[in-house]
């Protein structure tokens, strides 16, 4: 698709990096990415190795990344909050080369014995003793070979967030990856008149699919940040012209508090992207309503390479606005019970999915046919869709909690909670109960600052969900535990409970 648009577009910007203002158009990118492919392949860098990325966001990290598709090599994409997991990473992974930032040359030295499958490291931030230097390799312009990638060969490597249990490594084909984010491209109605602004981390196939890939096949001007100020990150916006932002519930309500500050949104948004959390029905107003920029809900895993559901860049009402949004045209979604079979319009089941998914997850065949049954990927999600093909989750299934045989899931209690204004994110969790098997207990912290009490928040969800509140225990915590890709640490706080208990 690069390949495409540097025809098509070659003197268009393509990627913008902020943190050190450096550009390059969509020629450039074909040109330098070219060169990293001849670098890797002088390495001896073959289709069908993998190839390490340990960096923070920036455009060398997309570079590396197509530099090795262009080999047929499959980019592996390590995040750098799992800095002190590193050699867990690279030995489940087994990459080859293993590109990484200055920052992170003593973590990478630390662990060099225990990586045996690395033959190279390479640093992009200047030479290193041990490894090469990213800009060295790239100036010498090496010719890459001709290597025939097709759809179905793997592109890219990404790992599970962990959030309840360990992390697995989803393989993603080529094929798939580009109709799905051509898809997302479509639904967001992106144009070449775009710029794009995406602070969360290339690492996580979110940024991946949610702003790098869709904006390259409309030729948007893309924005990377490595590091989160939202002062910082308002002012770019504004003298970039961004129409569209791409982030997580904490960015955007840090944006929107920022937005109020100032008394104004930056003045060419129209829209923003949020995915990888629960969005705050009150976050999702605000946006609509205050600054009038549609806030798009998107669900999406790791064994996709694109969404599920996304929501469309316009104003949304009633059921509507609480749901996440239709499927995506290019895979199959269905909602069905524990047989697998497809339950009425409005009834609760799994969320599964033909078409457009993951190759399997490296190396563990048990768990990819787990996942994979009968042609459907069995995502573990529980939804609802209505007649119109909008989805709205309610939790996953092993999140679920049995209270007096009754399954309650999560979701809809978190969300209540996070209506409050003081709440910054909520967990709801299993709390073993003598007679009832299993109640409800929320996690929850507060905003910096912000002040409540259990007690008044229990009244708060009282008002929201009235008898629908199986809440029973409300505790409040100094700091939620976080995954690496910000997602709350929800199997950290279930173990925690079972041993308070």
Not at 12 to 24: E, G, K
Not at 212 to 223: A, E, N, S
Not at 295 to 304: D, F, I, P
Not at 331 to 346: S, T
Request: negative net charge; hydrophobic residues 40%; proline residues 7%.
């Amino acid at each position: 698709m690069l390949r495409r648009m540097a025809w098509r577009l070659p003197e268009h910007p393509f990627v913008y990096w902020s943190d050190r203002n450096r550009s390059i158009t969509y020629a450039e990118g074909e040109l330098i990415s070219d060169a990293v492919a001849g670098a890797l392949a002088d390495l001896g860098v073959q289709k069908g190795d993998r190839v390490g990325i340990f960096a923070h966001n920036g455009l060398d990290y997309v570079m590396a990344m197509f530099g090795a598709w262009k080999l047929g090599a499959i980019s592996d994409h390590i995040n750098v909050l799992q800095a002190e997991n590193l050699a867990w990473f690279v030995q489940d992974s087994t990459p080859s080369v293993l590109i990484y930032t200055g920052d992170l040359h003593e973590v990478v030295e630390r662990n060099r014995s225990q990586m045996p499958s690395v033959h190279h490291y390479i640093c992009l931030d200047g030479e290193h003793p041990g490894s090469l230097d990213w800009n060295a390799l790239v100036a010498a312009e090496l010719k890459p070979p001709a290597v025939r990638v097709d759809g179905e060969d793997a592109a890219h490597l990404s790992y599970t967030s962990g959030s309840s249990g360990k992390p697995k490594g989803a393989i993603l084909a080529h094929g798939y990856t580009a109709r799905a984010t051509h898809c997302i491209a479509e639904r967001l109605q992106l144009s070449k008149e775009d710029v794009s602004f995406g602070p969360t981390s290339l690492a996580s196939s979110y940024h991946l699919v949610g702003n790098l890939l869709p904006g390259i096949h409309r030729g948007v001007y893309i924005g990377v940040r490595t590091r989160w100020n939202v002062e910082t990150a308002w002012n770019e916006m504004e003298q970039r012209g961004v129409t569209f932002m791409v982030a997580n519930p904490l960015l955007l309500n840090d944006l929107l508090l920022h937005c109020r500050k100032v008394g104004r949104k930056p003045a060419a948004l129209r829209f923003v992207v949020s995915g990888g959390a629960p969005v705050p029905p009150e976050l999702k107003k605000a946006y609509q309503e205050e600054l009038g920029a549609p806030l798009v809900e998107s669900y999406g895993q790791s064994e996709l390479g694109g969404f599920v559901a996304l929501g469309y860049p316009r104003p949304e009402q009633g059921s509507k606005f609480a749901a996440i949004g239709p499927e995506l045209p290019d895979r199959e979604v269905r909602i069905a019970d524990e047989q697998d079979n497809e339950v009425p319009i409005g009834t609760p089941g799994e969320i599964l999915i033909r078409g457009g998914v993951m190759i399997g997850y490296h190396n563990l065949p048990e768990k990819t046919a787990e996942a994979l049954r009968n042609g459907w990927l069995h995502t573990g999600d529980m939804g609802v869709m209505d007649e119109d093909g909008y989805i709205r989750l309610v939790g996953r299934w092993s999140e679920r909690i049995l209270m007096h045989g009754k399954v309650i899931f999560p979701r809809p209690l978190e969300e209540a909670l996070l209506r409050h204004p003081a709440v910054r994110y909520a967990c709801v969790i299993a709390k073993k109960d003598p007679q009832a098997g299993q109640v409800p207990k929320a996690i929850v912290e507060l905003y910096p600052d912000a002040s409540a009490t259990p007690e008044e928040l229990m009244e708060h969800c009282n008002a929201v969900l009235g008898e629908e509140n199986t809440i029973r225990v409300i505790e409040i915590i100094p700091q939620m535990p976080m995954t690496p890709t910000g997602k709350i640490g929800r199997a950290d706080l279930q173990v925690r409970e079972d041993q308070l208990a």
